[in-house]
C-alpha cells in the first residue's frame, strides 16, 4: 500500500507545512520547475539548479516519491553526490521527511522503507561499498598522501636537466622544471600526478597516447616521445599500486566492474528466493563537476539496467576542472543521451532563489546577461532562464556593493572595521554570520592573505582561515621535524630541501633550552645511530611511533595541551608520518606488513663522502632522504589540498576565510569577496591538457572546443559567479585602485565593466 | 554613525539572518563518539576530532571484522537465498581481514583474532541450522534522530523478525562481557566501577537503538539483545594449535552448530540478565529505561558540544580513568598523555 501522488502531496503541504513545488511555471500555465523535479517520470531528466533553488529539497522529495508513492525498492535506487558532507546532508534530510510522513495520521500503516539501504553517497564510496558486496575480491583504497608518496616513489621525474621530463613538464604545465630554484619536488610531483590522473579520467584512449598516434587530428605534443613518457610513468605508478586503487583509479575499476558477471546481480537482481530488485533509479547530483570517465559511468549504469537517468547541477557553478571535471558533461547531457541510444532528456529548470536577497538575485542575472557574450562563454553554458527572487530577506540596505582601497592592506583594515561596527551594534551577533571568500587564503603568495588576518586580529576578531598554508613558519612543526632529523640523521645526509638546516636548527635551540629534554634526547639517539655491536636498535619503531615519543616529552605535551591550534598542525603532521610509513617504511612478514624506520648495517658511497669508513649501523641514508624529498618538501609546500570535506563544522564565533571552492554549497549572510590582483584570463595546465589530451579523447576528439583561453575565462566567470551568489543578506566586492583600472579596460573576463559599474560604494 | 551603515537596513524591520545549516550540526555515533568520549575525553578529543593518526591501526580490527563479516552472511542471504557454508563464511570473514590489513591496521593479538573468527562461524552455523539467519531482515541498519543541537545516530547490527510477528534489535560485540567481571571483582576494586560503567554503556547504547526505531518508525521492537562473540562457545577447537596463518585457520575450520538446546538455554531470563555468562545480554527497553538512558546520553553530547567549543580536551580525573588494556594501550596520544 503506497500514497498517490495527491496524498504526497497533501501530507507535504498540510503535515509537513511546507510547499515543496514553488509557484514559478517552468512554461506558462505549466507545472514549477520543482514540481517536475520531483514528479517527472521521463527516462532521462536534465534538472538545471541554480544557485540558492532548493536542490537538495527537490531531490529529496524526488526520492521520497519513489520509495512512497512509486514503491521502489531503497536497493534500487542510486542517488550519488559530490563530498560526503553533501551525502550525510541528503540522508539527514531523508530520514527527517520520512519520519515526519510516518507521523502524518494519513500515511498508511506500513513497513516503511530502510533508507540506509539506498545505494547513497559519493560516487567513489558507492563504487567502494558495491565493488565490496558484489565482487568477489574487495577493492582496496589507498589514501590521497599515501598515493601521492607512492607516486614520488614509483616515478622517475626528479631530474629538471633531463629533457624528457622538462619538455613534458612544460606541454603538460606551461612552466619549465628546471627554472624552479630551490627544486619543488611536490610540485613536480602533483603536475605530473594530476596529467596521470588525467590520462584516466578524461577516458583517453591509452595505446593511442602510448604510441601518439590521435584518434583524429594532430598531434600537440612538443617532442612526439611525451605521450609515451606520459603513459609509462603511468604504468610505473599503476604497477607500484599492486592492485589497490587510489581515487582516480576507483573510478575506472569501478567501470570496469560494471561489464563483470559479478555486477549483473547489482544491475538486474536476482530472480527466486533472494528477491533482490535491480537498479531502476540513477540519479546525479552536483553533475557539472562529473568528469568523462563519471560521465560514462553513469550512462553504464543506466543503459545496463534500464534505470532512469537524473541529472541535477549548474554548469555556472563547475568549478573543479583542475580534477578533471567538466561542465561539458552537464551541458552536452542531450547530445550524451542520444549517443547512448537513451531518450531526449526532460529540461527541467529550478528557478526560484530562496537564498539571497532580491536585489543580489537581480544582480546575479544582470551578470551572466553580461557575461554571456564574453570569450564565447554563451556558447559553453545551458541556456537557462533568470533566477526569480524568492527569499524572505528584505532591507533598504546595500545588498550588492564594491569597496575599492589603495592596496590590500588598507582594504583589509576597512572591511574589518565593518564587520567589528556591525559586530558592536549588534547586527552580526556572531560572527561566523560573516565570510570572506578569496582565490586563494594563503598568508604568503601575490594576494597575501596576511593582510586579512592582520587587521581583524587587531580588532579582536579572529578567522578562519583553513587553508593558511603557512606550516613551514609553525614553530612546533619545525621542532619535531628537526628533532626527527637529529634522532636519525647524524650526517645531514645531502637534501634539496633546504628547509631541514632550518628545522634542526629549531630542534638544536629548542633542546639547548631544556636539560630534561637534552638529555632524554641523547640516550633516544644511541637507537639509531650506533657502534654495530650495539643491540638496542628498536627494528619495530616506525617513523609514527617515534614522532609520538618525542612528541611525549614535556616540552612538546606541555605546549601541545596547552595550544589548540598547535595540536590541530601536528595532527596533520602525524597523519602524514602514517602516510610515509606505510609507502617508505616497512617490512613484510606472514602477517602483512609492519610499519618500521628502516635501519640497517650500512656502507654507502654517500656515508663515505662523509668520511665513515667501514661498517657502521645508523639509519639508511636512502630513508632519510625520502623523509626529506617526501615530508619536508611537504611541510615547505603547505600540504596538499584542503579537502573540501574538511570543513563539516564551520565555527560560529569566528570570521570564516574561505577560498571559493571551499564555500561551495555553503551560504553566508555577509559575504566579502576578495579578488585583488585581477589578471586577464590564464590558461593553466588543466587548460592546456585538455587541448592537447583532445585527439586521444574517445569522447572529445571531433568536437570543436573552446581555446585554453577561452576556458580559462569561461572558469573564472563561474568562480566569480559562485562567490557572488554565497550571500544571503549583502555581498561586498573588495578590489583596490590598480583591479578598478584594469577592470575599466574591459579585459578581465569574469568582471565586465559595465556590470562593476551598475554596483555601488560602500 | 557607522562605518556600517550602508549594511544595516534602515526601516529596521530585516536583520542579519542566522547563519543556517552551514552551522551544521554534528551527528554523533552513539559508540564512536559519545561511548569513546565518556570513556575518555582527551581520547576522543585528539582523535575524533583533531584525527590524529592510530599508530597501528589496531583499536577496532577485531570489531570491524566482526561486523563486517556478520553484516555480509546477512546480505550474503538475502542476496543468494541460502545459508552461506563454513567456507563462504571463512572467505567473507578473509577477504575482511585482508581488507583491513591493506588498510595498515593490524591486529594486537593473532591467537586471539583466530579464535574470535573462529567463534563468529559457530554463530553463523547455529544460526543457519536453527533457522535464526533467515529471520534476520536487516543488518547495519542506519537510524538517525534528531536532537535539536545535533543529531544521535545508530547503526543496528541486526533486526530479528520474531515468530509472533515482532521485532528485537541486536548488536554484535567483539570485546569481552563486563558482567563476568563484574561477578569476580569486588565493588571496592577500582577497576569494578570501569567495567559497570562499559556495562551501563551497552545497555544505554541498546536502550537508544529503541528509542531511534520508535521516533524513525513508530514501532517498538519487544526486546533489545546484546550478543558478546567472546561467550560463544568454541564446538570444536581451534585448528592448527595457533601455527597455521589466520587464513588457514579459519578454512580449516569445520564447526558443528551449537545444540539447540544449549542454544536455549543461553536465553533463560537468568542467562540473559546481569548475572547471566552467555552470549545474550537482553536489555530492558521500558519507556522508563529509556528515558532515563536518554537524559543520561543527551547530558554526554551537550558536554562534547562544550568541549568542542573550547577545544580543549583534558585527562580525565583520577577517579575516571579508563580501562588501561582497554583504553589506553592503543590510544593514539599515549605518548603525550599522564594518565598512560
Known amino acids: 500500500m503506497f500514497l498517490t501522488e495527491p496524498e504526497f502531496f497533501h501530507i507535504l503541504k498540510n503535515d509537513l507545512n511546507r510547499v515543496p513545488y514553488g509557484s514559478v511555471p517552468s512554461t506558462s500555465g505549466g507545472p514549477t520547475g520543482q514540481q517536475l523535479g520531483i514528479l517527472s517520470n521521463s527516462q532521462t531528466n536534465w534538472i538545471l539548479a541554480g544557485p540558492g533553488t532548493g536542490k537538495t529539497e527537490t531531490l529529496v522529495l524526488r526520492t521520497l516519491r519513489l520509495l512512497l508513492v512509486d514503491g521502489v525498492r531503497p536497493e534500487s535506487i542510486v542517488l550519488t553526490t559530490f563530498t560526503d558532507r553533501a551525502a550525510r546532508e541528503l540522508f539527514e534530510r531523508l530520514s527527517e521527511y520520512l519520519n515526519q510522513f510516518l507521523r502524518s495520521p494519513s500515511f498508511p500503516k506500513t513497513n516503511p522503507p530502510d533508507i540506509s539501504r539506498l545505494w547513497l553517497g559519493t560516487l567513489h564510496g558507492l563504487a567502494m561499498r558495491i565493488m565490496g558486496e558484489f565482487q568477489r575480491t574487495p577493492p582496496s583504497l589507498i589514501s590521497e598522501e599515501e598515493a601521492m608518496m607512492l607516486f614520488m616513489r614509483s616515478v622517475d621525474f626528479w631530474e629538471g636537466n633531463n629533457p624528457l621530463n622538462n619538455t613534458l613538464y612544460t606541454d603538460l604545465t606551461g612552466k619549465t622544471m628546471k627554472k624552479e630554484f630551490p627544486p619543488k619536488p611536490i610540485n613536480w610531483a602533483k603536475n605530473f600526478r594530476a596529467a596521470v590522473n588525467r590520462v584516466i579520467e578524461d577516458d583517453l584512449e591509452i595505446d593511442a597516447l602510448k604510441t601518439n598516434k590521435p584518434l583524429s587530428g594532430s598531434s600537440l605534443w612538443s617532442v612526439k616521445n611525451n605521450a609515451p613518457r606520459l603513459v609509462e610513468m603511468m604504468e610505473k605508478y599503476h604497477q607500484a599500486l599492486k592492485g589497490r586503487f587510489d581515487f582516480t583509479l576507483l573510478q575506472s575499476g569501478f567501470l570496469n566492474f560494471l561489464s563483470t558477471k559479478e555486477a549483473v546481480a547489482f544491475l538486474d537482481g536476482v530472480s527466486g528466493n533472494a528477491a533482490r530488485p535491480g537498479l531502476t533509479h540513477i540519479i546525479v547530483d552536483e553533475y557539472q563537476d562529473a568528469n568523462p570517465i563519471q560521465e560514462r559511468i553513469y550512462f553504464t549504469l543506466a543503459t545496463q539496467s534500464g534505470a532512469t537517468l537524473t541529472v541535477v547541477g549548474d554548469d555556472d557553478q563547475s568549478l573543479y576542472r583542475f580534477r578533471g571535471a567538466t561542465p561539458d558533461a552537464l551541458v552536452q547531457f542531450g547530445k550524451q543521451c542520444t549517443i547512448y541510444s537513451l531518450p531526449s532528456p526532460t529540461k527541467i529548470e529550478l528557478l526560484e532563489n530562496r537564498r539571497s536577497h532580491p536585489d543580489i538575485v537581480e544582480s546575479l542575472n544582470e551578470y551572466i546577461s553580461k557575461c554571456i557574450p564574453r570569450a564565447a562563454f554563451g556558447v559553453a553554458r545551458s541556456p537557462k532562464s533568470p533566477l526569480h527572487a524568492k527569499s524572505s530577506i528584505t532591507g533598504t540596505h546595500l545588498s550588492i556593493s564594491t569597496i575599492i582601497e589603495s592596496d590590500g592592506e588598507s582594504l583589509a583594515k576597512k572591511v574589518a572595521n565593518i564587520v567589528h561596527d556591525l559586530y558592536d551594534g549588534g547586527e552580526i551577533t556572531h560572527l561566523g554570520q560573516v565570510a570572506i571568500l578569496a582565490q586563494s587564503t594563503k598568508q604568503t603568495g601575490i594576494a597575501k592573505f596576511s593582510k586579512w588576518e592582520d587587521a581583524f586580529s587587531k580588532l579582536a576578531m579572529p578567522l578562519n582561515n583553513p587553508g593558511a598554508k603557512n606550516l613551514h613558519t609553525i614553530i612546533i612543526v619545525k621542532q619535531l621535524m628537526g628533532c626527527i632529523s637529529l634522532l636519525l640523521d647524524d650526517i645531514m645526509v645531502p637534501s634539496k630541501q633546504l628547509d631541514v638546516k632550518a628545522h634542526r636548527k629549531a630542534a638544536t635551540v629548542l633542546l639547548k633550552s631544556d636539560k630534561k629534554f637534552n638529555k632524554w634526547f641523547d640516550d633516544q639517539r644511541k637507537n639509531f645511530i650506533l657502534p654495530i655491536n650495539s643491540k638496542s636498535w628498536d627494528k619495530d619503531l616506525s617513523l609514527l611511533g617515534l614522532a609520538n615519543k618525542v612528541l611525549g616529552q614535556d616540552v612538546f605535551s606541555t605546549r601541545i595541551n596547552a595550544h589548540p591550534f598547535d595540536a590541530w598542525i601536528i595532527g596533520w603532521l602525524l597523519r602524514q608520518f602514517a602516510a610515509f610509513d606505510q609507502v617508505f617504511g616497512g617490512y613484510t612478514n606472514k602477517n602483512g606488513k609492519i610499519p618500521h624506520i628502516d635501519g640497517s648495517y650500512w656502507t654507502s658511497s654517500v656515508w663515505k663522502t662523509q668520511g665513515f669508513k667501514g661498517k657502521r649501523r645508523g639509519v639508511d641514508p636512502g630513508y632519510i632522504q625520502r623523509l626529506y624529498t617526501n615530508l619536508a618538501a611537504l611541510v615547505k609546500s603547505g600540504g596538499h589540498d584542503t579537502p573540501t570535506d574538511d570543513l563539516v563544522n564551520l565555527p560560529s564565533d569566528q570570521v570564516n576565510a574561505l577560498t571559493v571552492h571551499q564555500s561551495k554549497g555553503l551560504s553566508f549572510p555577509i559575504v566579502f569577496v576578495d579578488w585583488r590582483n585581477v589578471r586577464e584570463p590564464y590558461p593553466g595546465s588543466s587548460h592546456l591538457q585538455e587541448t592537447q589530451f583532445q585527439p586521444f579523447s574517445p569522447r572529445n576528439h571531433a568536437l570543436t572546443l573552446p581555446s585554453p583561453v577561452e576556458r580559462a575565462a569561461h572558469d573564472s566567470i563561474r568562480k566569480f559567479f559562485v562567490a557572488l551568489s554565497r550571500a544571503k543578506y549583502a555581498v561586498v566586492l573588495c578590489l583596490t585602485e590598480k583591479d578598478k583600472l584594469a577592470i575599466a579596460t574591459d579585459s578581465i573576463a569574469e568582471i565586465p565593466s559595465d556590470w562593476f559599474n551598475s554596483l555601488q560604494g560602500l | ?340
Open chain 2, 1 to 340: 554613525m557607522g562605518i556600517g551603515d550602508k549594511l544595516r537596513d534602515s526601516s529596521g524591520s530585516q536583520k542579519v539572518p542566522n547563519l543556517g545549516s552551514e552551522a551544521a550540526k554534528p551527528v554523533f555515533s552513539i559508540t564512536s563518539d559519545i561511548f569513546l568520549y565518556r570513556r575518555c575525553s582527551r581520547q576522543y578529543g585528539f582523535v575524533k576530532v583533531r584525527g590524529y593518526p592510530d599508530e597501528a591501526g589496531s583499536q577496532a580490527f577485531i570489531g570491524d571484522l566482526v561486523h563486517n563479516t556478520m553484516e555480509d552472511v546477512t546480505l550474503h542471504w538475502g542476496r543468494m537465498g541460502t545459508e552461506p557454508t563454513d567456507s563462504e563464511v571463512a572467505e567473507i570473514m578473509i577477504r575482511h581481514y585482508k581488507q583491513l590489513l591493506s588498510q595498515g591496521a593490524t591486529p594486537r593479538d593473532w591467537n586471539a583474532l583466530k579464535s574470535i573468527g573462529c567463534k563468529v562461524m559457530v554463530l553463523v552455523r547455529t544460526m543457519s541450522v536453527h533457522g535464526i539467519l533467515k529471520q534476520i531482515n536487516s543488518a547495519e541498519q542506519t537510524l538517525l534522530s534528531d536532537q535539536g543541537k545535533h543529531i544521535f545516530q545508530g547503526r543496528v547490527d541486526a533486526v530479528y523478525d520474531t515468530s509472533s510477528g515482532d521485532f528485537e534489535v541486536w548488536d554484535y560485540k567483539s570485546a569481552r562481557d563486563p558482567r563476568g567481571f563484574l561477578q569476580k571483582l569486588s565493588p571496592k576494586n577500582p577497576v569494578y566501577s570501569i567495567w559497570q560503567r562499559y556495562l551501563a554503556d551497552n545497555e544505554a547504547q541498546l536502550q537508544l537503538y529503541t528509542h531511534l526505531f520508535e521516533t524513525t518508525y513508530h514501532k517498538k521492537p519487544t526486546s533489545a539483545k546484546l550478543m558478546f562473540i567472546p561467550n560463544i562457545p568454541l564446538t570444536a577447537p581451534v585448528p592448527g594449535a595457533n601455527k597455521l596463518k589466520v587464513e588457514d585457520t579459519w578454512r580449516q575450520y569445520i564447526p558443528p552448530p551449537i545444540a539447540k538446546s544449549a542454544w536455549e538455554s543461553f536465553h533463560t531470563p537468568k542467562e540473559m540478565g546481569p548475572t547471566g555468562t552467555g552470549p545474550i545480554f537482553s536489555i530492558p527497553v521500558t519507556k522508563k529505561a529509556i528515558g532515563v538512558a536518554m537524559v543520561d546520553l543527551q547530558n554526554t553530547a551537550n558536554d562534547i558540544l562544550d568541549q568542542r567549543k573550547k577545544d580543549n580536551w583534558p585527562i580525565p580525573a583520577a577517579t575516571q580513568r579508563p580501562d588501561k588494556e582497554k583504553t589506553c594501550d592503543v590510544c593514539a596520544v599515549r605518548h603525550t598523555c599522564d594518565a598512560w
